[in-house]
């Protein structure tokens, strides 16, 4: 769809989520190197425009989103509390897994965004197993399926996206290549460079997305998703990057600051912001407010987590099992 079909306010709206994301993390890493948060941290930061310009298609209230352990960015873009899933960074009982789950396993069932997901590749059994359900009982919806580059060659991702096929299954499973797996370059540990074409081995319909554009990312989702409640899954390799390292304990030494700064030019946010200026649907002083409210939003957040309460000692048995009365 050419970008001047869509809508001035969604536009803006995708714009705004970015930058949220964007903030949010940041903060949370500063947090991080201040020991407040603990455990693993996976920032988005750069990846922004593949959870924003795909979820946008989705209305949550029938469809659902399935993540991996780099999971903040989709979840702010599903539309979740900023407060929650910081207080969940901080181990607090206010956050999304009442402290418990951390960075990797943001979850709101209500929202309709089942994690953060900490196993390289578990996701997509899970997300599988969501759109059976969805066709099942014969509900209008699908599932967005997120992972890397380096559960692509996971025996998960092969069998469900077999039997995806064999079912009709609408699922949609975007691969989000960052170019590396931890510290590994995708191409040393591939035999192909284009993982859309994997799609082909099971009947599916692929397509290769450039990640760092919001709109193209909007559109090829739009048509995946299509393909997918027509009764074909679909699979898109998102090509995109990360600024930081794997985790927050990963320098990022297997990569040279020249290739960084080159997918700096390309950041997801500031090319769109450029893009909405020229065509008149912001203008600057709009996208500095447009930051400074997002700017708030990831302080406030900070502020909220950590006048939160830490759990209970008594939540230590809760959510464990499923109650069941005999």
Sequence with gaps: MPIENIEKNKLKDMLYKMILIRRF??????????????????????????????ISNLNMKNDYVVAA???????????????SLMAELYGKITGCSKGKGGSMHFFDYE???????????????????VGLKIK?????????????????????????LNIAKIWNLPVVYICENNQ?????????????????????????????????????????????????????PYLIEAKTYRYKGHSMSDPAKYRTKEELEEYKKRDPIYSFKEKLKEMNVINEEEYIAMDKKCKKMAKDAIDFAEKSPEPDLSELYTDVYVGVKI
């Design 136 to 160: 099942y009982k014969k509900e209008d919806g699908v599932v967005l399926c997120y992972f890397g580059d380096g559960a692509i060659h996971q025996g998960s991702f092969h069998e469900s």
């Design 25 to 54: 993390e940041e903060k949370a890493a500063q947090s991080y190197g201040l020991k407040k948060i603990g455990g693993f941290l996976h920032l988005y930061i750069g990846e922004e425009a593949v959870a924003v310009g795909s």
């Design 111 to 129: 929202k309709h965004f089942f994690g953060g997901n900490g196993i390289v590749g578990a996701q997509i059994p899970v997300a599988t197993g």
């Design 180 to 232: 590396y797996g931890m510290g590994t370059d995708f191409r040393r540990v591939s035999s192909v460079d284009d993982f859309s074409i994997m799609a082909q081995s099971y009947g599916m319909k692929g397509k290769q997305a450039n990640g760092m554009d919001v709109i193209e990312m909007y559109d090829v989702t739009k048509e995946a998703i299509k393909s997918a409640k027509s009764g074909t």
């Design 69 to 83: 352990y780099r999971d903040h960015g989709h979840a702010l873009a599903a539309g979740m509390d900023p407060n």
